[in-house]
């Protein structure tokens, strides 16, 4: 009796190692944060004037002794953050029409203003630069005294605030975000330790150019890269249909792990065909059916199990996709 308990202990270990999950990466299509009706997608950028051309931040030595970091630039932030933007949105085409209005000094836009801007560049939306703030930190770190080997990094803290007014909405979204770029320098001199830090206005220029893409991405749908996974087992059918799946005849692979639920009377199997069904359906863009299968391998499989929780953890993921699907039909338009 306990020769075949070690056999059957045996067994199911060697059933479980046989299962394999194969991982996967490809694109998606994500909207954007902000959907434009195709009656207001012409656009005009605005910015608020703002005084003072000089950021202050904070410097810290190799022994940490904080000093007052102060950057000046010669160049106009708000107009380079406006050119990033339009230049981009050149690039994607969504927009029939891009316009530049400059700057305005006003800290909100009145309907009187709107209207103005509105009818002299013959757009129907804006895009308002609220207000942004640049916050630079500089940190040198010395390897102790003796090993001359020094490294520095330069950080720029980026916050921006972003009003839209979307054809005849009079009230805005707004877009807020915080973020930072760096640069990073090293040298076994310490005279010449910055030298891979680009000029001040040079490292300005690319952090208002760096607000400007980041402003687009939630302005226009993009692409996202997803992670997904798949069961795989020595069965032949599974195996088949793996060596199926990998040379891209997705469809041949979906008809044997169909075949494989409907004939497997283990659920643990049925399970599995389901679960990889229901990627199949992903990537068709079968989102119900998609789902559909995904619950089905949830009831199948154990509950607690690890497959259980890596499916449930899916079927959320796939629920969002199901939501960004209804806002993208609107935005791609």
């Not at 997803?226 to 087992?233: G, H, I, L, P, S």
Request: charged share 25%.
């Amino acid at each position: 009796m306990k020769l075949l308990l070690n056999i059957l202990c045996l067994l199911g270990l060697i059933l479980t190692s046989c299962t394999t999950i194969e991982s996967l990466s490809f694109d998606i299509i994500q909207p954007a944060k902000i959907t434009f009706p195709v009656y207001a997608r012409s656009i005009t950028t605005v910015s608020r004037k703002m005084p003072g051309k000089e950021f202050n931040g904070t410097y810290i030595n190799g022994y940490e002794n904080l000093q007052k970091l102060s950057i000046k630039t010669r160049k106009n932030l708000g107009a380079t953050i406006e050119r990033s933007i339009i230049n981009t949105l050149n690039e994607t085409q969504y927009f029939s029409r891009i316009e530049s209005y400059g700057e305005i000094d006003a800290e909100v836009l009145n309907n009187k203003i709107i209207q103005g801007i509105k009818d002299s560049t013959s757009t129907s939306s804006i895009l308002f630069l609220k207000s942004f703030s640049i916050e630079p930190t500089l940190i040198d770190f010395i390897y102790g005294p003796s090993s001359e080997y020094y490294t520095s990094t330069f950080r720029i803290k980026i916050k921006a605030i972003f009003d839209i007014y979307l054809g005849y909405d009079i009230q805005p979204k707004t877009i807020a975000f915080t973020d930072s770029i760096k640069w990073d320098s090293y040298s076994t001199n310490k005279e010449d330790l910055h030298q891979f830090i680009p000029d001040i206005d040079e490292c300005l220029k690319e952090a208002a150019e760096y607000i400007g893409n980041k402003v687009v991405q939630q302005l226009l749908p993009s692409n996202k890269n997803v992670k997904r996974f798949y069961f795989n087992t020595s069965s032949p059918i599974m195996k088949d249909a793996d060596r199926y799946w990998k040379s891209g005849n997705y469809d041949y692979a979906s008809y044997l792990w169909e075949y494989m639920y409907e004939t497997n009377k283990k659920n643990y199997f049925k399970a599995m065909a389901a679960a990889n069904l229901a990627l199949y359906n992903e990537l068709k863009d079968n989102y119900i059916q998609a789902e559909i299968w995904a619950r089905i391998s949830i009831d199948l499989f154990k509950d607690n199990s690890e497959e259980r929780k890596m499916m449930e953890n899916y079927l959320k993921e796939l629920k969002k996709r199901i939501e960004d699907d209804q806002i993208l039909r609107f935005q791609l338009i």
